[in-house]
């Protein structure tokens, strides 16, 4: 089993990015496919999570925020779109895949290796 995050980089503030997670090696059918983030010094923290099969999401009301998750199963990867940049979201982000309580770290089988954003004011 593989998860593949991508698509982070050096970016300035106010710019967007679209992270990338890529999934293989079973089927993902029930797992829920969750992004966090680690900053500096910081622990790392659930960023939003969506069902592979329905493509519910965890925080129902995410589209009215900055970070927007969705998943194109026919390419098996995940996305987190993140608008409206600051310098406190640089952070390493993961993607992990579980099957159950999106939002807790411990219930997750499955960990790709992070993708780095780095935001300049």
């Known amino acids: 089993v593989q998860l593949q995050a991508s698509g982070g980089g050096s970016v300035q503030a106010g710019d967007s990015l679209r992270l990338s997670c890529t999934v293989s090696?079973?089927?993902?059918?029930?797992?829920?496919i969750g992004w966090f983030r680690q900053a500096p010094g910081q622990e790392r923290e659930f960023v939003d999570g969506?069902?592979?099969?329905?493509?519910?999401?965890h925080f129902y009301d995410r589209a009215k925020g900055r970070f927007i998750i969705s998943r194109d199963r026919a390419k098996n990867t995940v996305y987190l779109q993140i608008d409206s940049l600051k310098p406190e979201d640089t952070a390493v982000y993961y993607c992990?895949?579980?099957?159950?309580?999106?939002?807790?770290?411990?219930?997750?089988?499955?960990w790709g290796q992070g993708t780095l954003v780095t935001v300049s004011s």
């Open positions: 992990a895949a579980g099957r159950n309580r999106p939002d807790r770290q411990d219930r997750y089988d499955y």
């Open positions: 090696g079973r089927s993902f059918s029930g797992f829920v």
């Open positions: 969506i069902w592979w099969s329905s493509g519910l999401t």
